[in-house]
């Protein structure tokens, strides 16, 4: 507590008075509040030396309203370090009783400047987050034997994809691994290549994924069932959420580098960039003189570590983090890609487990800002966003001071002219307590206004900085989301899910052998099993592609859909008989992938 508030009790007083009151009272200021109404009082002060005190600026909040105001917004503004004695009875201070609600500062309709959610460690949290999990998801549907039930017939013409169910329960993780990735174009575009140019293709691994890739585009069953996961050295089983990222690495690894090597034996001379990134690392020195030195020449999987923190992350600021580097020195070292770029990029996401929420990925993730021959202009455009990041701090700041000191005059101020101040039932003094109690609640309105003000001044800068590099020369490189993987935490196969997006840029969650449509949203804001260190951890993008692309695609050899097409009349005819399809088996209905 500071003078300025036994200042704005008395106006008429000076510093020196004021002092003098502290002086006779041994810095009591609930004495001195009580005797600063005598009028007698001023007669038994013993005046002191005066002492210089350094002005705090203020916040003009009033404009031309009377000084007692402006001297009460600059109490807000000094230090809260003076001990009070306690006494019984009626307190002058902070109050500890519950603000009154109807003088609580509320943010406004669609602010920005919300509050963050975060995950504390507690208990409750926690075993809030396990039950939504079970209640999703049932573990007892694990057990569930597929071998013997009813298989939904699928419209290929929907865009529906075709799911994998896998035996083995701990492997669960590879089939939506490969469910997504025959999704992407430019996978499915070299799967072609290789099923259309060679006649026997070297690999059973390629072979068993052209097979499940061409059932896609032609069996009218709903999923696969598979055995082994196609015969993949990297497929570990594992019902630990903490592994099934590092093993989806591994198992991702494999598969792009077969298939690279399956087109390199077709194009020997092809420049590869199915998965392939090549890197290399830029010094910005002292004198912004940038030099490149070669790195690691190729990599298939960007890891991402998110939840360091409670706050949210955000991909692109992410991989920035990543990439980009202080020296000891100073100077600053990139990591950048360097031309061609691959067709797909795919990102490995770590959960450090302290955030309640995944990052945000965007829709589209533009390539440009981590290009070597765009880091000029990237280094501009994040430094016009560091120069508006700077405004908005400087936003919140303010308005945190704001909602602090409105809290302030609500319990100090109001508490002690309303019930504290001594001859406040007195009819004299009556009116002047009264008119200070509603200068208060003007300030308060002031304040709330400031604050409303604030808020849409934020919105505007983020605003501003999302668009920062929505411009040609940095958006020439649009990589498209095409598959999330997502694990829910405990075990079984149906806490582990994918949504991947089909041609038509509609998108499907697959749940095991369930799929359904679900809109852009969940895809990008499924926060599922992050309270327990799981959540998405793989995120699929790719270079964006025409739908002329698409329907340029080769066509499946006969020796792919002949069978398909086989067993597609097998399975209608059964259907047929048995009334829609009850009592369907996976004899005349599945492809057995589990001896491959």
């Known amino acids: ?51 210089t005190t350094t002005q705090h600026e203020v916040i003009d909040l009033t404009g031309d309203d009377s000084d007692e105001i402006a001297q009460a917004l600059r109490m807000s503004l000094q230090d809260n370090n003076v001990q009070v004695a306690p006494t019984e009875g009626a307190t ?26 975060t995950y504390d460690g507690g208990e409750q949290d926690l075993q809030e987050a396990i039950q939504r999990s079970m209640e999703t998801i049932p573990l007892e549907e694990d057990t569930k034997d597929v071998q013997d039930a009813d298989v939904p017939f699928r419209d ?21 691994l490969i469910h997504a990735l025959i999704q992407v174009p430019q996978v499915q575009a070299s799967l072609r290549m290789i099923a259309n140019s060679l006649d026997q293709v070297k690999s059973a691994t390629t072979d068993a994924l052209i097979s499940h890739a061409a059932h896609q585009d032609h069996a009218n069953i709903a999923f ?11 497929c570990t089983p594992t019902n630990d959420f903490r592994k099934t990222g590092d093993n989806s690495e591994k198992l991702y690894e494999e598969i792009i580098t077969d298939i690279e090597k399956h087109i390199h034996e077709l194009l020997p001379d092809a420049e590869i960039s199915l998965g392939s990134m090549k890197l290399c690392t830029i010094t910005f020195g002292h004198e912004d003189l940038p030099s490149m030195r070669p790195s690691e020449p190729k990599a298939h999987l960007v890891p991402i570590t998110y939840g360091e923190s409670d706050v949210r992350g955000d991909l692109v600021n992410l991989i920035s983090n990543i990439l980009f580097k202080t020296l000891h020195d100073g100077t600053l070292e990139h990591t950048v890609l360097t031309t061609p770029l691959p067709d797909v990029v795919v ?18 993730l533009f390539m440009d ?34 909602t602090n000191f409105k809290v302030y005059l609500s319990e100090d101020h109001a508490a002690f002219y309303e019930k504290v101040a001594s001859g406040r039932d007195h009819p004299d003094r009556r009116p002047y307590f009264d008119g200070m109690v509603e200068k208060i609640k003007n300030i308060i309105k002031t304040l709330e206004q400031k604050v409303a003000d604030i808020e849409i001044e934020y919105a505007t ?50 749940v095991d052998t369930v799929v359904t449509e679900v809109p852009p949203e969940e895809v990008l804001n499924d926060s599922n099993g992050v309270l327990l260190g799981a959540g998405p951890y793989m995120l699929i993008y790719s270079r964006r592609v025409s739908l002329e692309y698409i329907d340029a695609l080769l066509p499946w050899p006969n020796s792919y859909t002949d069978s398909i097409i086989s067993n597609n009349s097998l399975y209608l005819e059964a259907r047929s008989e048995e009334g829609g399809g009850s009592g369907i088996t996976r004899d005349v209905s599945m492809v057995d992938l589990s001896g491959v």
């Open 369 to 402: 800002r981590f290009l070597y021959d765009k880091i000029m202009v990237v280094q501009g455009k994040l430094q016009e966003v560091r120069e508006i990041e700077l405004k908005m701090l400087a936003l919140v700041e303010r308005q945190q001071t704001l």
């Open 461 to 510: 800068l983020v605003t501003e900085s999302q668009k920062v590099f929505e411009c040609p020369e940095v958006q020439e490189f649009p990589y498209d989301l095409r598959a999330v993987l997502v694990s829910g935490g405990p075990p079984g196969r149906k806490n582990l899910y994918s949504y991947v997006q089909d041609a038509k840029q509609r998108w499907w969650k697959t």
């Open 224 to 234: 696969l069932l598979a055995g082994s996961i196609l015969g993949y050295n990297t």
């Open 347 to 364: 990102f490995s996401l770590k959960n450090e487990g302290k955030c309640a929420d995944a990052p945000y990925y965007p829709p589209t």
């Open 156 to 176: 290929i013409s929907s865009g529906q994809p075709l799911s994998i169910h896998v035996q083995t329960s701990s492997l669960q993780y590879a089939g939506n």
């Open 1 to 51: 507590m500071s003078i300025d508030i036994l200042k704005t009790l008395a106006p008429d007083w000076t510093d020196e008075e004021i002092k003098s009151l502290l002086n006779k009272y041994n810095d009591d200021y609930e004495k001195a509040a009580d005797a600063i109404f005598d009028p007698n009082v001023k007669e038994t002060l013993i005046p002191i030396q005066t002492v």
């Open 92 to 117: 002058f201070g902070p109050s500890n009783r519950t603000p009154d609600a109807n003088w609580q500062l509320t943010v406004a309709s669609g602010s920005s400047i919300q509050p963050q959610r």
